[in-house]
């Protein structure tokens, strides 16, 4: 509304000017070249009609070259004043007046969690709060901003968020939680308002950058979220393995079963729906072990979070079942591996150079390549050009690494890499979700766009979901269950009570990747997936004995 005003008011000065100046000059010019006396009054109206296109009244027509000019010129102004005042402030103010404004304060909410400096980072968050059956308010005091976020069905109090008074209007005090996305606005004085209106309020606030986060914790926050720093450590930790098998007879089982990575086709039923009803694709035999989630490997899938561009299903399975997985999903998957090194990360940014630290903590062969020398940069030149790649050791190499500012840099970059080595794991950290689809197309395994890890990470802290550490992996071994001998197996069962996840039963050297409904033998052995923590509960539960 400001910006408007202000428009409105520069548009009336300067019509208001130029008028003066052509009055004065219509008068002048009909004394010098027609000899004709004007009083100012009377050359006033002769420019009006002429700006506004009624008329010239009893002047014309004019005999002298200059005069006709002048009056051309006259019009064409007007004519243009008049094209220029219909977009900047018919249009704006017909909207208003159709379009309703957001509102100064919101209906009685409690439990809700409160936004404040609302961008692209929040989007997934409001998506996963909706799952959840989370209310949200957006706490936006600038008036078009306000006025964007409320035509996109956001739930908007259009209040200064920096004042008691737009706090109060929002009900930060019964909210569960405040997030302030600091990443694109300075949002101090918000946080301090925050801190004064309600000392003990759950607050979160999103930083650009890691080091910008002093002056939040100067200011009373504990929790303060750097995005970048957080898809950079994602990024890395796709690298490590996340599955060991276990299990005496490996080769015995990996000619039995397969373990295949899928992601899900947006065009798939299961896309959109929860992570957890994905368990419907054990329908066809298979087992889904886990799935990474916007850069989090989970083993319990959860039932409010929604498969999106950023989920992927690792899943166990015999030939035949997984090609039942893949046309359900409506991917072909690519069989699991461990990744490992060499490694090449592209990129020194944030982002980049997060995801080299976490591989070189791990002990990873970790190559940088960037455009400008630095003291961590290994190799100097464009990613987009094969030579830099070859340079980088990039038919060597098991796993790419893109962190680049452009999203078309690392689409030109992952369509170089992919052509010279076909069999090379390609992981990419986008910064628009848009890219996702694109990036896949292009020859990417997995991609992680920042707003989804930016919502992702947020709800992990308001609601304290878990996720696997980077010290665990998902453990698939041969353990045998004395106390389940006579009794007809349940896998559902087994998941509920020790978190593990049955992937076949061994009889005799002969796997089933169905056992439900068959009933235990004394001899026979479950072959279960679980984390350390698990498959210990499951050998409390059962009185097993690893083989």
């Known amino acids: 509304m400001v910006t408007l005003t202000r428009r409105i008011l520069v548009y009336l000065a300067s019509l208001l000017a130029l008028i003066a ?7 002048w010019g009909m004394a010098v070249y027609e000899g004709e006396s004007r009083t100012w009054y009377q050359a006033f109206e002769i420019v009006v009609q002429s700006m506004t296109t009624t008329g010239y009244g009893q002047d014309a027509p004019w005999e002298s070259l200059w005069m006709n000019v002048l009056m051309v010129l006259i019009q ?4 243009a004043y008049i094209a220029v005042a219909i977009p900047q402030f018919i249009t704006p103010w017909l909207r208003q007046v159709v379009q309703p404004a957001p509102p100064a304060e919101t209906d009685a909410v409690s439990d809700h969690v409160v936004i404040i400096g609302y961008s692209d980072n929040c989007e997934r968050l409001v998506d996963e709060l909706g799952a959840n059956g989370t209310p949200h308010v957006v706490l936006e005091g600038e008036t078009e901003r306000a006025q964007t976020l409320h035509e996109a069905g956001l739930r908007v109090v259009h209040r200064d968020p920096s004042t008691a008074a737009g706090l109060e209007a929002a009900r930060l005090g019964d909210a569960l939680a405040v997030v302030v996305d600091a990443t694109e606005r300075e949002l101090i004085r918000a946080v301090l308002a925050i801190e004064r209106y309600e000392p003990t309020a759950t607050v979160l606030v999103l930083v650009a950058a890691p080091s910008d986060a002093r002056y939040f914790r100067y200011a009373g926050i504990d929790e303060v979220l750097s995005p970048k720093h957080r898809l950079g ?4 930790d796709k690298v490590r393995d996340v599955v060991t098998l276990d299990i005496e007879e490996e080769a015995d089982f990996e000619a039995a079963f397969d373990i295949v990575e899928y992601h899900v086709d947006p065009g798939s039923d299961l896309f959109g729906e929860t992570v957890a009803s994905t368990r419907r694709l054990e329908q066809t035999g298979a087992t889904v072990l886990g799935a990474w989630i916007r850069g989090d490997f989970v083993t319990l899938l959860p039932e409010r979070v929604r498969v999106d561009e950023n989920t992927s299903l690792l899943v166990a399975g015999t030939e035949s079942e ?10 072909p998957g690519s069989h699991y591996q461990e990744m490992g090194d060499p490694v090449i990360v592209v990129g020194t940014g944030l982002v980049g150079t997060t995801a080299a630290g976490t591989l070189v903590r791990a002990g990873l062969e970790t190559t940088v390549v960037d455009t400008e020398p630095a003291e961590r940069v290994d190799v100097v030149g464009d990613a987009t050009e094969e030579e830099t790649l070859l340079e980088a050791g990039i038919r060597n190499a098991r796993t790419l690494i893109l962190a680049l500012d452009s999203d078309e840099r690392a689409i030109l970059t992952t369509l170089t890499a992919r052509a010279l080595n076909p069999n090379l794991d390609i992981i990419v ?7 996702v689809a694109v990036l896949h197309t292009a020859g990417a395994d997995d991609v992680l766009a920042l707003p989804n890890v930016a919502g ?28 389940l001998a006579g009794e007809e197996l349940s896998a559902a069962d087994v998941r509920l009570e020790t978190g593990c996840t049955v992937v076949a039963l061994d009889r ?11 009933e235990l033998e004394p001899t026979d052995v479950l072959v279960v997936s679980g984390t350390g923590r698990q498959i210990r509960a499951f050998r409390e539960r059962y009185g097993a004995e690893e083989d």
Do not use: C, W
């Not at 064409?76 to 004519?79: E, F, L, R, S, Y």
């Not at 450590?233 to 890395?236: E, P």
């Not at 950290?429 to 890219?435: D, I, V």
């Not at 308001?462 to 106390?483: K, N, Q, W």
């Open 21 to 27: 100046l052509y009055t004065a000059t219509y008068q």
């Open 76 to 79: 064409v102004t007007g004519i």
């Open 233 to 236: 450590k994602a990024l890395g």
């Open 322 to 331: 997984l090609d039942g997985v893949a046309e359900r999903t409506g991917t």
């Open 429 to 435: 950290g986008a910064n628009a979700t848009t890219s």
């Open 456 to 483: 992702r990470m947020i709800t992990l802290r308001i609601f304290e979901h878990e996720t696997m550490t980077l010290g665990d992996r998902l453990r698939v071994a041969r353990i045998s269950a004395p106390a």
């Open 508 to 518: 005799d050297g002969t796997f089933f990747s169905t056992p439900d409904g068959r």
